[in-house]
């Protein structure tokens, strides 16, 4: 039971990471050299049907990660990477909320005829606090295969 849910933890984490991954270094960085209003409208596509999606997968990997957690409580480098990590999915879900969902929120109604001047400006500011909850989501998913390793 455990080494199953080891894998589907690794699994769900693990794709949450390369999905968060792409967006910051192939889909964004494409969308931001388009024109403005294929960027606006791309964006605002992105930010609706991912802002719908990940709030359920960064739960999801939250929750897998506690509860495998509880599972191996008293293997200390499981426990220990696993609450770590667990700890980095919840910064990351802060920041989330307090960060990138109010820019996201914002521009997920911007048009070619409706936007800001400094439309570019809030997706790069998005952009680097994005490329920061990467890092922390990617920290968390090594700790989850450490973990894993471990067992």
Do not use: C, K
């Amino acid at each position: 039971m455990t080494s199953v849910l080891a894998v589907v933890t690794a699994t769900v984490v693990g794709l949450m990471v390369g999905v968060e991954f792409a967006v910051a270094v192939i889909v964004n960085p494409m969308l931001l050299r388009l024109p403005a209003d294929a960027s606006l409208a791309a964006r605002a596509d992105g930010g609706r049907v991912l802002g719908r999606a990940m709030p359920f997968w960064y739960i999801a990997s939250l929750a897998l990660t506690a509860v495998l957690a509880a599972l191996v409580w008293g293997t200390p480098t499981a426990t220990t990477a696993l609450l770590v990590a667990a700890l980095l999915l919840v910064v990351s879900v802060v920041m989330s909320v307090v960060l990138l969902v109010p820019i996201n929120n914002r521009s997920r109604g911007w048009t070619a005829e409706d936007h800001p001047d400094d439309w570019r400006e809030q997706h790069r500011r998005w952009d680097r606090l994005h490329y920061l909850r990467v890092a922390i989501i990617v920290a968390s998913f090594v700790l989850v295969l450490v973990a894993t390793t471990t067992l």
